[in-house]
């Protein structure tokens, strides 16, 4: 998650997109900024025959953007869904993901098949989609409970997110018949790990969870997904370091998380100098050389970029991936919410 240095500041950008009058201090990104530009429609870019896919859900990031829903994405296999992270906007990003490609996606997601959903990491913008993923699906007549596994503090969340909407489940449970008994739980399931271990298991998947740096929050988790014929991996917010190669140690597709450094003094949040922005922001996000080093020292196949922070003015929708290509060979994409990979 990206801390802004004034609470107005995502107000104030919004205000200005629209009127085209830009905040002095930050004038150049706003106006130049990706809230402007349509990435294109989502495309399947799976090899041909897989059975195991990764959809990306949401490629963006804290500030609103028009095209990009907060960070998200699903694992598919045997036309059962497995969720990573539930950013803003991700029951929308759900429906656009199913409606595209023909609907070869669509019976994945139908609502009793909501069933498993793993957090990287508490911030907001990776959880605040939870009470839409749950309630929403109930408003479909889901009828079973959602396991919802994450760091510590995860099953506090679940359970208040249960408790602020109580008094409407108790009223739609006691005056509607259609409404079912147990859609609308969920389960959260807590755990720590200061390396690595497996969390789930199932006949489909085996989901390993690695330990990682952002910040100075307690726990944060990348996520190796093995199914029979792939190896997919979803990292969480963050530096570079050992467990995150071990995470994406010869995936098919390894998803990741960058922040320009060409252009990091442009950031609107951070500090006043482009020191303090440096020393701040590389805490919370990854430097396009460090993941390019992580994606050739692990082996991966296939480097997927979401949560992209591209401070390019003028804006160039490619900035960043061109940064991780200056130091990278191997196969990379930017994503755009829908791809199938």
Excluded at 295 to 301: C, R
Excluded at 318 to 339: I, P, S, T
Aim: net charge negative; charged share 25%; glycine share 8%.
């Amino acid at each position: 998650m990206s801390k802004f240095q004034s609470p107005l500041l995502v107000v104030a950008a919004c205000l200005a997109l629209c009127c085209h009058e830009m905040p002095e201090a930050n004038a150049g990104v706003l106006e130049s900024y990706e809230n402007r530009h349509d990435p294109g429609p989502p495309r399947n870019l799976a090899p041909p025959g897989v059975r195991s896919r990764l959809v990306v859900l949401g490629s963006g990031h804290p500030l609103p953007n028009p095209y990009r829903f907060g960070p998200a994405s699903a694992v598919i296999v045997n036309d059962t869904p497995y969720f990573f992270d539930a950013g803003e906007g991700v029951w929308r990003a759900l429906a656009k993901a199913a409606t595209f490609h023909g609907g070869e996606i669509a019976r994945a997601f139908q609502v009793d098949k909501l069933k498993h959903l793993f957090i990287t990491h508490m911030h907001p913008d990776h959880t605040i989609g939870i009470p839409a993923l749950l309630l929403q699906s109930w408003y479909l007549n889901r009828s079973v409970p959602m396991d919802i596994y994450g760091p510590v503090g995860i099953k506090h969340r679940v359970d208040s997110i249960l408790e602020a909407w109580r008094d409407t489940i108790e009223l739609d449970l006691a005056k509607d018949a259609t409404s079912t008994p147990e859609g609308w739980k969920g389960v959260g399931h807590d755990f720590a790990t200061r390396s690595s271990g497996t969390i789930f298991q199932d006949a489909n998947v085996k989901v390993e969870a690695f330990q990682h740096k952002h910040w100075e929050i307690e726990y944060n988790y990348a996520y190796r997904v093995t199914t029979a014929d792939r190896v997919l991996v979803i990292g969480g917010d963050g530096a570079s370091d050992d467990n995150l190669i071990a995470a994406a140690k010869g995936a098919d597709v390894f998803i990741m998380e960058v922040c320009t450094e060409a252009d990091i003094g442009k950031a609107p949040w951070g500090g006043e100098t482009l020191e303090e922005k440096k020393a701040l922001i590389f805490q919370y996000h990854i430097r396009p050389r460090d993941l390019a080093r992580i994606a050739m020292q692990a082996g991966v196949k296939t480097l997927v970029l979401y949560h992209v922070q591209n401070y390019s003015d003028p804006y160039d929708p490619d900035a960043v991936l061109k940064e991780v290509r200056q130091f990278y060979d191997g196969e990379v994409v930017q994503a755009r919410d829908g791809d199938i990979f």
